[in-house]
């Protein structure tokens, strides 16, 4: 198992900007890629930015060319840099991970931090 604890949630004006950051414990030897996922009241929980081991990242399409992803594997922490925040970016985000040991994929995530964009 892995452990993730987020921080770096709050509450911002539109317009402003965010740093997430998360941290990841445990078997990190079995992780394969991180990134952040979010959900909106009512909404399903979608991708927000994802970055592998060799650095292959992927972005939701919402947030492209606003927000960037990073990792420090010596730290094994995983970040989110958001910009120009808009109310629809209002949502919890949770740290994903996703892990491969004992020759299957598991999938593990934080407990989430609230995200509230609103003047």
């Known amino acids: 198992q892995v452990q993730l604890v987020e921080s770096g949630g709050g509450l911002v004006q539109p317009g402003g900007s965010l740093r997430l950051s998360c941290a990841a414990s445990g078997m990190i030897f079995s992780i394969r890629a991180m990134g952040w996922y979010r959900q909106a009241p009512g909404k399903q929980r979608e991708l927000v930015a994802s970055i592998t081991n060799g650095g292959r990242i992927n972005y939701g399409d919402s947030v492209k060319g606003r927000f960037t992803v990073s990792r420090d594997n010596a730290k094994n922490t995983v970040s989110l840099q958001m910009n120009n925040l808009k109310p629809e970016d209002t949502a919890v985000y949770y740290c994903?991970?996703?892990?491969?040991?004992?020759?299957?994929?598991?999938?593990?995530w934080g407990q989430g931090t609230q995200v509230t964009v609103s003047s």
């Open positions: 994903n991970a996703v892990l491969f040991y004992g020759g299957a994929t598991n999938t593990g």
